[in-house]
């Protein structure tokens, strides 16, 4: 049974910091590994997502890795902006998605 | 293209009663899944349809059932709520079940009293 986990559950950082977000993952056959962002109260929108044949994806200031041999993923945020606070989750699979607890995010001006 | 969107946004229930949730995907899209959101389990899935059949169910008890209508519009039902399904409930639609990404919705926030 595939488990995925996030720590720290929390991270406060100032602006301008380039941030690295972790996530591990118990079983190294996963399907795909997709990283979401929430906003308090709103639903999840995906912004990357690493098919199980890839290394790597980048959109504008983010770049996901993954690792199924140690089983991780890192999420990678250049140059950290207020607009990046929200909780960031990561989720194996592709039909039952298995999400990890989260990480909320505050970047400080 | 609009997104998935759910109805109710917000809903208050007492203990014993029921509930009826409604999701709408994305235009063209044929799979819906649904997931439980609580401050203490995270992100939990719920079950997944596909052309009106449930095609995967999670560990949760019988009193959670859903469909699917031909327009691939979906609806879960809670019977007999309890307090602790108290939670934010996220409809998310793709194209086909496996497809790469689920597109979710803004959910719906149950309360029961």
């Known amino acids: 049974k595939q488990e995925v986990t996030q720590i720290p559950a929390a991270l406060s950082v100032p602006e301008g910091e380039n941030l690295v977000l972790n996530c591990s993952f118990t079983d190294s056959a996963i399907y795909n590994l997709q990283w979401f962002r929430q906003d308090p109260g709103k639903g999840l929108t995906s912004l990357l997502l690493i098919q199980s044949s890839q290394r790597e994806q980048t959109s504008g200031r983010l770049n996901a890795s993954l690792d199924k041999s140690s089983g991780r993923s890192t999420l990678y945020i250049a140059a950290s902006q207020p607009g990046d606070s929200a909780t960031y989750l990561c989720?194996?699979?592709?039909?039952?998605?298995?999400f990890g607890k989260g990480m909320k995010l505050t970047v400080n001006p | 293209k609009a997104g998935v969107t759910q109805t109710p946004r917000y809903l208050i229930k007492t203990r014993g009663q029921q509930v009826t949730l409604s999701c709408s995907p994305i235009s063209g899209h044929r799979s819906v899944s649904w997931y439980q959101q609580t401050p203490g389990q995270g992100l939990q899935f719920l079950f997944e349809y596909f052309s009106e059949t449930q095609r995967n169910k999670g560990n949760f008890p019988g009193r959670f059932s859903g469909r699917q209508f031909s327009n691939s519009r979906s609806e879960m039902n809670v019977s007999t709520l309890e307090l602790g399904d108290s939670a934010l409930y996220l409809c998310?639609?793709?194209?086909?079940?496996?497809?790469?990404?689920?597109?979710f919705g803004p959910g719906t926030r149950l309360t029961v009293l």
């Open positions: 998310a639609s793709s194209l086909e079940p496996g497809a790469d990404t689920q597109y």
């Open positions: 989720a194996s699979g592709s039909e039952k998605l298995v």
